[in-house]
Structure formats: C-alpha cells, structure tokens
C-alpha cells in the first residue's frame, strides 16, 4: 500500500508547501506517493476517519502500513522518505524539539485555518 497524503488545496500556503514537498520527493525519486486533495475529493478523508474540516486544518499522511500521522508528524514522515530532508526528520525527533514543533505546528495550523474560512476558501 503506498503512503496517502490527504492535504488542502483551497488553502494557497497549505497548497504551495505540499507542491514544494512534492517536487522535492519526486527529484530524489520518490513515487510511491497518492496526493489526496480533500478540496477536490471531500469524500477521502473517510479513510482517515477524521472530519473533512479536522483535515483541512491539519495535514495527514497514511503510511503504508495504514498507520496514520497528523501535523507535525505527518511532515516527519514525508522528510523520513526524502533524502535531502532526512536530517529535518532526525532533528524534529527530539523530544523537546518534537514537542515544540507540535505546539507551533497546531498553533499556526489553527490560524491558518481561521484566515482561510475567513476569506471563503471553501
């Protein structure tokens, strides 16, 4: 089973950072990726047993064992598969690191997520 990435692209930041991580991956010869844009395919994030809104705010990687890693987690998983970014990977393991960049993570992604249903992105 290939890693799913379930991301938003009604959300310009949200679209522009996956484009990057997706460029990256495939210029290191990573294509074992499905991109799952939940704008354009709402019905997707039943696989993730989250709500459409709760994947819109935050993005969600579904490895191929089907474990599911959320956030901050989910851009440690993507780094762990590309070689250039490796060390990003390694780095944000650290455990007070880790939960830095989760607290970060969710706080940007919270407000992230108020500006775009402010501006009716969807």
């Known amino acids: ?8 692209s009604a959300c310009p ?6 484009k990057d991580q997706r460029r990256r ?28 809104e ?7 990687v579904k490895d191929g064992k089907g474990q599911l890693n959320i956030g901050i987690d989910a851009f440690i998983h993507l780094w ?5 970014q490796r060390w990003l990977a390694r780095l944000f393991q650290l ?11 969710n706080g940007f992604a919270w407000l992230l997520y108020r500006w775009n249903r402010a501006l009716r992105h969807w």
């Open 25 to 52: 991956m495939q210029e290191c010869g990573v294509n074992d990726i499905e991109w799952v844009d939940v704008h354009n395919n709402p019905d997707t994030v039943s696989e993730v047993e989250s709500s459409l």
């Open 1 to 8: 089973m290939p890693n799913k990435v379930y991301y938003n």
């Open 80 to 84: 762990q598969q590309t070689p250039s």
């Open 13 to 18: 930041v949200c679209n522009a950072g996956i």
């Open 54 to 60: 709760q994947v819109r705010e935050r993005l969600y």
């Open 95 to 105: 455990p007070v690191i880790r939960s830095l960049a989760r607290i970060a993570y």
